[in-house]
């Protein structure tokens, strides 16, 4: 099984960006989907966005065309830079497979007004 630790995160201001990262244990490149969740006080974990194996993505309405999610099979990382930050942005952020197996520690995103 393969561990995920997540890097990035951070405090920002409104309209700022971050660029996250999750550094995988082994090779990622048979995994067919990775994604990228987050979890807000007293919210559900959300999916945020997912790539596939062959680079497909999608993402969550609320972060289209702010947030953009790659794979980098090779130094088996993914990442999610993000851009316009809003302050419902802030929550603890995951990566995990697509569908999600064991949760790593994740990283904080605050983002203030």
């Known amino acids: 099984q393969v561990q995920l630790v997540e890097s990035g995160g951070g405090l920002v201001q409104a309209g700022g960006s971050l660029r996250l990262s999750c550094a995988a244990s082994?090779?990622?490149?048979?995994?067919?989907?990775m994604g990228w969740y987050r979890q807000a006080p007293g919210k559900q974990r959300e999916l945020v966005a997912a790539?596939?194996?062959?680079?497909?993505?999608n993402y969550a309405d609320s972060v289209k065309g702010r947030f953009t999610i790659s794979r980098d099979n090779a130094k088996n990382t993914v990442y999610l830079p993000m851009s316009s930050l809003k302050p419902a942005d802030t929550a603890v952020y995951y990566c995990?497979?697509?569908?999600?197996?064991?949760w790593g520690q994740g990283t904080q995103v605050t983002v203030s007004a």
């Open positions: 082994r090779f990622i490149g048979t995994i067919n989907a």
């Open positions: 790539i596939s194996r062959g680079g497909s993505t």
């Open positions: 995990n497979t697509h569908p999600p197996t064991t």
